[in-house]
């Protein structure tokens, strides 16, 4: 110990050790999904469970609960906003990690890698009996960890769990949200279907070589903000964002030579994660909370602002499409501003939610959020979760689900026991659709802007309201902070009508 | 500790961690080489030092110490030669590790961060005297670190150096086999400049887009038995082999349009490095000395056998020229086999040590041995070493060195503190040109077999050989068992001789 350190600095050269294992953590999982030849991938597990481990006795070290003990009895620091907010987001954080035992983190994690891959041959053997068992396990281990971590008050074990993703969220507030959202979509959505507009799929189904598709991705990527000399941009199966710690956020997106809106669409999803890590002060506070996203559906809020609010505008056409023209050529001449805009903003519903388009997406999530939370509250019992599936596909989106791979079984997330962060997708979508009217109400000409390749308006004012706050408010509050008003699903359902009616002639 | 766990299970459970700690360091500087973006690079520094810092502890700790001492004391781990050879090379792992203080570990690295920042700044600047200070520092730090470790019986301090690179030999051995070497080659050389023989640079200076170099390094090294399921082929400004663990053999390397030999030579340089790294028992032995390289000359003399025995050969080139015309197409289809292998065996003394022909490589190599252990034993001042370097180039290479960029600031080593790296190279060449000539005794058809593309009777041969063993032999016994001769400088100067004296019409 150095003379003159306080406590609140021997506390930040501890979890600045933490934050910088979290980076190792982070470019072991990204070398894996990006560089890392097959053979590697079973001593790679060991390589993160060391990791893992490494982390998990320094973040539950009892030395360091002591230490936040001592600052939070230190006036100094409670009188400091920042300071406090940041001991708050540890108590929090040291709880968490607190709560559960060792023997359960192990149970889990070993659980999950053995239900993924029991995961992974049952969507391709489409045998949901083989991954019963597994998913009956996995609903079994996380409410042991719920009641470990201990719901909120007047709350529900599948709470504790959502406040791992979206904290200060309960699932009683996300139905409140959901429930309206899904009786409107639903009914805007019969609407659409009986429009006489018919898409021609044109630009979006245009064949483009992926040299030219990168380099167009690329160049986009850039002149929204991101950061390449902080980052790059890869191919990997599933396009993911990775934050390995100050100066380096990389992303990546995935290319079909007949689907370059949507590798374009990925990449503007992936750069606004991006742009957020980006723009946390990871520098000046490696490690702590307020160097940390707010949560789940904040981090999805940047994506799809990006990806949807701004890539899929008229405005952004106008400055992309000659863009466009000049590096993938010849395939996307012929398509005007108008073909591109009405050809990325076409609705067909999917049996598959990533492929899905923006206003039935949300009716995707919400499916997942009231059968997970059917399951956890015994409501529902896991064996007859394909029939309430394919009832609800139905139902909400008026489709037959011929198989359970193109069903039930074609997320990752339960078999990895990620109960809770499905309502986030959605959110992240609120939220993006109520900063988007608040941004447009206080940037002057902000489509005039757009339409001319500037967004360093909108970022900057993403930045100040949202990435420079890190942890420092709960998400609630930050999102009524920077958009003035409570969450609520009518921005996200004004946004998309007002788009779409315009489209389909409604 | 689980029941009927022995001390040996217990010490491999230890030696896992620190080998699974060292992929991870191994992996963060492959990262830093080849695709970290450039503002993440202070942030890597604190990565590398964490994990560093982590690896000293478990290397050092004295209940390894303990345990080493409980299987050294069990009979039945004597009588079986294989874990005996472990435990020895373990002791002197743990005995260097442990008699170095930790103040000057320290030290030595921050020493090292700066000076090689310092030697950066002192070469572009061609400006010996503001990297003089550090140079001293450094010879003064590793004199104090040679004293802690001890030298060897009748050695001296740089013994204690040069035991980290090549366990076992001293520097008078070295010189006892460099002498002569230097001797012979030197008036050899003189011979080939006053040889009638010029060439034409030819193929070495084809121009032949890096794209298609790119496609032909690539099935070469395949072709070689490199697996590229357990490995892959990246560019980066110094090529370099990097092992990170089971399954996981990464190698790079740089191109030049006007260079196409020199990109395929450092190909095939870490291709050799590559095979030896993938042919050590790591999957069995993951963090065990058997499962590690058993010196740097003898990591080196893989890569050199492949670079140069094989891949300056007559028999490889007519394998892999119509492959390279097939591949590298117009720009190298008017050369014939004769004039490839007259191009790539061109004798041209350089100032530049990377960029020098192989027979004249191993001068430039004696010379920066004699001058760091003249300046280890005092008898030549860090001030004087310009002079000291020049000379030495006129006088063994004929060449006047007309500034210290292209002289003593050329090469990383020194500002690094890696006095005893360099004497590797040449005895790796030594090494090589042994193992070769056996090679040749004991592989029926080894030419044709080569000429066909058949590389797999040479691998098989090193594996069984050298690859397998690890570090179960000390290299120069290795050397011997595989070779059936003591170390000597007549297999290089006959190879050299035999391949260089018919093209020089000598």
């Excluded at 903000?225 to 956020?249: C, I, K, M, N, Q």
């Excluded at 998400?475 to 699903?489: C, Q, V």
């Amino acid at each position: 110990m150095t003379k003159n350190e306080t406590p609140y600095d021997r506390l930040s050269t501890r979890l600045r050790e933490i934050g910088t294992l979290s980076a190792i953590e982070a470019l072991l999982g990204w070398d894996q999904e990006t560089m890392m030849p097959p053979k590697a991938g079973s001593f790679r597990a060991e390589e993160l469970s060391l990791v893992s481990r490494l982390l998990h006795d320094r973040r539950t070290d009892p030395a360091l609960g002591e230490l936040l003990g001592e600052c939070e009895g230190d006036p100094a620091i409670a009188g400091d906003a920042c300071r406090a907010a940041d001991l708050r987001e540890l108590r929090r954080d040291y709880g968490r990690a607190t709560r559960i035992p060792s023997d359960l983190v192990a149970e889990l994690s070993e659980t999950s890698s053995r239900a993924m891959q029991a995961w992974k041959n049952a969507r391709q053997e489409n045998d949901f009996s083989s991954f019963l068992p597994w998913l009956e396990k996995q609903i079994s281990l996380n409410r042991d960890k719920a009641e470990c971590l201990g719901a909120p008050e007047g709350g529900e074990p599948y709470d504790a769990l959502l406040e791992e993703y979206e904290p200060g969220m309960t699932a009683s507030e996300a139905a409140a949200l959901f429930d309206p959202l899904r009786e409107a979509l639903s009914s805007f959505l019969s609407e659409i279907a009986e429009s006489p507009v018919r898409h021609d799929p044109g630009f979006v189904e245009a064949k483009v070589p992926v040299e030219a598709q990168q380099e167009f991705n690329l160049q986009v990527a850039k002149r929204l903000g991101y950061d390449l000399e902080a980052g790059r941009l890869d191919v990997s199966v599933h396009p993911f964002t990775e934050g390995l710690g100050p100066g380096d956020t990389r992303i990546t997106t995935r290319y079909r030579e007949d689907r370059p809106a949507d590798a374009l669409a990925s990449t503007m999803h992936e750069t606004g994660h991006a742009l957020y890590e980006q723009g946390l002060p990871k520098d000046r506070l490696p490690g702590h909370p307020l160097s940390q996203a707010a949560s789940m559906g904040i981090h999805e809020s940047q994506s799809r602002l990006w990806e949807n609010q701004v890539g899929r505008s008229r405005p952004f056409w106008e400055w992309a499409l000659p863009l466009a023209r000049e590096i993938l050529g010849a395939p996307v001449e012929s398509y005007s501003v108008d073909d591109v805009y009405r050809s990325v903003n076409a609705v067909i519903p999917k049996l598959i939610r990533v492929e899905s388009d923006e206003a039935t997406y949300n009716l995707h999530i919400m499916l997942r959020f009231d059968l997970e939370l059917a399951m956890f509250r015994g409501d529902l019992s896991p064996r007859d979760l394909p029939a309430a599936w394919n009832d609800r596909m139905k139902r909400d989106l008026g489709l037959r689900v011929p198989d359970d791979r193109r069903g039930c079984l074609q997320d990752i997330h339960w078999s990895v026991g990620a109960f809770g962060y499905f309502p986030t997708y959605t959110l992240g979508n609120l939220y993006a659709a109520q900063m988007w009217e608040a941004a447009r109400r206080e940037i002057l000409d902000l489509d005039r802007r757009i339409a001319c390749g500037e967004f360093g308006s909108l970022l900057e004012w993403l930045r100040a309201g949202v990435h420079a706050h890190g942890r420092r408010y709960p998400a609630g509050e930050l999102g009524r902070r920077i958009t003035g008003a409570e969450p609520g699903y009518e921005p996200l359902l004004r946004y998309l009508e007002g788009k779409l009616r315009p489209i389909y002639r409604l």
